[in-house]
Nanobody, 125 residues
Framework: QVQLVESGGGLVQAGDSLRLSCAAS????????MGWFRQAPGKEREFVAG????????TYTDDVQGRFTISRDNAKSTVYLLMNNLKPEDTAVYYC??????????????????WGQGTQVTVSS
């Protein structure tokens, strides 16, 4: 069973940048696609970005394409989300997630089955 611990959230102004980190343990990290989701107040959790098990493919929702970058460091069992040019509508709790089955692409929300506790990102205007 995997454990996922997010960090790096905070309060920033519009246009600023943040980098979220997620440390994983409990399963062989390098075998699994990873992703980031977010949930804003009153809204459902949504897929933000995913990265394949071998880091060859990254997928983004349209809202963050060109502003966010997902990456992974298998030696550290950590996945990152670099968020540039943040907007107030990016305000949400951000969750790290891991796909249930190994060797995936990380491009389908339904394939993710393990979640972290979340980290709050608040962007002021």
């Amino acid at each position: 069973q995997v454990q996922l611990v997010e960090s790096g959230g905070g309060l920033v102004q519009a246009g600023d940048s943040l980098r979220l980190s997620c440390a994983a343990s409990g399963r062989t990290f390098s075998r699994f696609a990873m992703g980031w989701f977010r949930q804003a107040p009153g809204k459902e959790r949504e897929f933000v970005a995913g990265i394949s098990w071998d880091a060859r493919r990254a997928t983004y929702t349209d809202d963050v394409q060109g502003r966010f970058t997902i990456s992974r460091d298998n030696a550290k069992s950590t996945v990152y989300l670099l968020m540039n040019n943040l907007k107030p509508e990016d305000t949400a709790v951000y969750y790290c997630a891991q796909e249930t089955i190994g060797y995936g692409l990380g491009n389908r929300a339904a394939n993710f089955g393990s979640w972290g506790q979340g980290t709050q990102v608040t962007v002021s205007s």
